[in-house]
């Protein structure tokens, strides 16, 4: 048995280390923050999607009186390329303005969005 506790212990380190994504081989839950640049005390409606090529992983809807905060979201991501988009809608405007931007989230677990007109 004492011959077998360094493999064994070896072991479970490597399955901690894979479970928990350290490599970034696996996803794991990120928060994503929307910056967009706009006046957020202006924000009636708010939707945020983000997609990986052609899938949409999630969509948020909120109708909010004001932002007093950047929205977030929280997202198991892998690594790789993504897209996000949203659109918002201001006080006295008839249309949603639309906002978009491309990110890999890396090994970061707090991924800052710059929203940009498309």
């Known amino acids: 048995m004492k011959k077998r506790l360094p493999l064994l212990i070896a072991l479970g380190f490597g399955v901690l280390l894979w479970k928990t994504g350290v490599f970034g081989l696996m996803a794991s839950e990120r928060v994503l923050t929307f910056r967009f640049p706009v006046?957020?005390?202006?924000?009636?409606?708010?939707?945020l999607q983000v997609w990986d090529g052609e899938s949409l992983l999630s969509q948020q809807e909120r109708n909010v009186q004001g932002l007093?905060?950047?929205p977030e979201m929280k997202l198991t991501l892998a690594r790789g390329p993504h897209k996000a988009i949203g659109r918002v809608l201001l006080a006295g405007a008839s249309e949603p303005q639309?906002?978009?931007s491309e990110f890999d989230p890396g090994l970061d677990d707090?991924?800052?969005?710059?929203?940009?007109k498309p």
Do not use: D, G
Not at 39 to 47: A, I, M, T
């Open 39 to 47: 006046s957020y005390s202006e924000v009636r409606w708010l939707e």
């Open 68 to 70: 007093s905060f950047e």
């Open 98 to 100: 639309s906002f978009a």
């Open 110 to 116: 707090n991924v800052v969005l710059e929203m940009k």
